[in-house]
């Protein structure tokens, strides 16, 4: 038998094949560098070039948690706000009323004294522009100055994220009226509320009405208290938010609005009184337990972080909102090679947050990611058999803002699936277009198991 090294004529050969196969790729490579792109990839599959597209970076890479964009009429408190989570020793109580509930009625800032006012993000009629921290212009003063160590007026603020509180107006000495921001370019939509407040006493009930909610019914009516978070409950006990409250009571009051083409309709209160733990703590209280654009942030990069999860899931930037925040899309399946091949597997497609109030949608959404995401037989099971997509918050301007159920275009996106509109509704838009692309290059085992997780819910947020 004859060695290779003893045929000088396959050797040349061989040799041959290689540099007329090189010279044909290094001449499929020149032919695209004069095309000047860097977004086309080319590998060979034997002779055979396999072309594919570069995705942009910053479509795919989580590189650090951005900062929310804002409408530009909204000044914004340059404070990030971290609330522990904890899980309560007993279930959340309910109200049960006692007959002798009060129902004040509006008595306005006429005979009381307003404490707290921002409307400046009211006067413009629609959207225009956005930028990171929002206004330009310094921070208003919003609160009065306290003229003397004994002065008992409570310090309102809102202007962070997800915070919702117009105006304060002092009426009694421990008595406060709040009226709500409607959803921005909009008229109506009021009932979210997130807002902080100091400068209180312990021991001393407040008592706090909201005079302008528009919502005939309330989950208050069945017993839903507020939510109070203290910061020294949490530093020096590990407590975060809880219900609170007493004297709790929904109602209509006497005034209206005309939301709608001077249609006329019924304004409903929501009040309630409540002690706070400790004098001079800064307290926050809110519709529903809040969730964050920038909290989903930070929870997507600990999940990116795990090199065991990047392995079958894989974050994406969908599109940019109307303000520019991204709206994220995570890919969750097991690796093609795994159980099922990825071309057997059916899709499910999960949305959350379509409406800023409702947080418990958001809170959910990661339950239910910590769940798929995890090494339970399970997850597994359900990694190896489906291709998910899932979307955890589509409407991010709105919960930036403090919106209840409206994006910055003031519409509802749930009622905007159909849309054409790309440019006004992007979020829903490139979400269904999403949709029907997998459906094309997957016909034979598309299925939508679960539109959105609100659904799910067995009470929405009310």
Known sequence: MRSQEDNPDTTDSSSEEEEQDLAGRMHLIAGVCVARTRQLLIDFDGDRPVFSLREPLD????????????????????????????????????YQPTGYERTPMPVGEEKGKVVYCTDHATKSPYFTCSRVGGSRGGINTTTPR???????????????????LQKAVQVGLHDYELTLRTDMYTNKHTQWFYFRVRNMKAGVAYRFTI????????????????LLYSERAAEEKGVGWHRIGSNIKYYRNSSQAKPDNNVTVALYSLTWTCQFPYDSDTCYLAHCYPYTYSHLQHYLSRVTSNPAVSSYCKLRVLCRSLAGNNVYVLTITSP???????????????????????????????????????????????RDTFVFKVVPMLNPDGVVVGNYRCSLAGRDLNRNYKTILRDSFPCVWHTRNMVKRWERTHSNCFKIVSHHIYFLCAIKSN
């Not at 929310?68 to 706000?81: G, L, M």
């Not at 005079?211 to 507020?226: A, D, F, Q, W």
Request: charge should be negative.
């Open 59 to 94: 479509l795919f890479t989580f590189l650090s948690v951005s900062r929310p964009r804002w409408p530009i009429e909204c000044e914004v408190v340059n404070n990030f706000i971290h609330h522990i989570e904890w899980d309560p020793p007993e279930p959340e109580p309910f």
């Open 146 to 164: 306290h003229t003397h160590p004994g002065d008992s007026t409570l310090d309102f603020e809102s202007r962070f994220e997800s915070g919702n």
């Open 211 to 226: 005079t302008n909610l528009m919502k005939g019914r309330s989950l208050y009516s069945l017993g839903m208290k507020p």
């Open 336 to 382: 093609v090679g795994s159980c099922m091949e990825g071309g057997a597997k059916k899709a499910v497609v999960v949305t959350g947050r379509v409406h800023p109030g409702e947080t418990n949608g958001s809170w959910m959404m990661e339950g239910f990611l910590d769940f798929l995401l995890g090494d339970s037989d399970d997850a597994q099971i359900l």
